[in-house]
């Protein structure tokens, strides 16, 4: 079995594939001050729920965007499960050629999704990324990273406008039933959900007039289904995205 690990600003990700097959997802808090021994009792007793042997993974794929944590998984495999990750970083085949100015610029959950979403959806496509950041990451039908956008995540944004005003309070992230608010909770509702599926149609219209061509749109992350549901601009998605392009690049380097 094949165990990915998608280390991200706000979440780590990780995924159990037998062969093709998806067979187990988990989503932990991401802790920089969290030991190795402390992150292997969490995944250990999260793989015996799942009644995954952990004798039974013998590979492991990484990307990270919190650099520090790579040695901390690094050494939870070696220790635990005596395994050398695969971990996407200069040097690592992903079959995607980077047309960035600086491609050192690209953080690796970027190169993963564009690896993904073309393998699995073709090309021209654009990958809408609702995480702690929202990204829109562009790649061309010949499977070349173009270039993007990167936003405040809905969370980013909503936590800055809780913590600077005195007034508002936290609210639910769901659909109001109107653009005009009633109340204070349902304005905020319309201008948290409806103005981020602005945002939305309003970059993916701005990147398909510069492609001069139809693209599909991908989109993934923590809030990707709730913004789905309000336009038609996004055609798939899919919150695993980031597993399944590790496994992809996975493949890419066996020897």
């Keep these: 079995m094949l165990l990915t690990v998608d280390i991200g600003n706000t979440n780590v990700t990780l995924g159990v594939f037998e062969g ?15 030991m190795p021994d402390e992150y292997a009792v969490l995944l ?9 042997d952990t004798a039974d993974i013998n590979e492991v794929a990484l990307c990270s965007t919190v650099p520090p944590l790579v040695a901390t998984f690094g050494e939870l495999f070696q220790e635990y499960f005596q395994i050398t990750p695969m971990v996407v970083e200069a040097g690592i085949k992903t079959g995607v050629h980077i047309r960035m100015d600086n491609p050192r610029e690209v953080g690796a959950d970027r190169i993963v999704h ?5 393998q699995l959806y ?35 944004s909503a936590e800055a406008l809780f913590a600077r005003t005195a007034m508002l309070r936290r609210v639910e992230y769901v659909r109001p039933k109107r653009a005009i608010g009633t109340n204070t909770v349902m304005a905020m509702q319309s201008g948290i959900v409806f103005g981020y599926v602005g945002l ?10 510069e492609l001069g061509e139809k ?30 392009g590790l496994r992809i690049i996975h493949l890419m380097n066996k020897v």
């Design 215 to 244: 693209a599909k749109v991908v989109a993934t992350g923590g809030h990707a289904g709730i913004i789905a549901q309000e336009t038609r601009v996004i055609d798939i998605v899919n919150p695993d995205l980031i597993l399944f």
């Design 122 to 156: 073709g090309g021209p496509v654009i990958i809408v990324d609702m995480g702690t950041a929202t990204t829109f990451d562009t790649v061309s039908k010949e499977g070349d990273y173009l270039g993007g956008a990167i936003a405040p995540g809905i969370a980013t």
């Design 114 to 118: 564009a690896a993904a979403a073309h």
């Design 200 to 209: 939305v149609e309003g970059m993916v219209t701005r990147i398909q007039q």
């Design 44 to 52: 250990l007793n999260l793989l015996h729920h799942r009644a995954v």
């Design 20 to 34: 093709e097959k998806l067979r187990a997802t988990w989503r932990l808090e991401t802790d920089i001050h969290r």
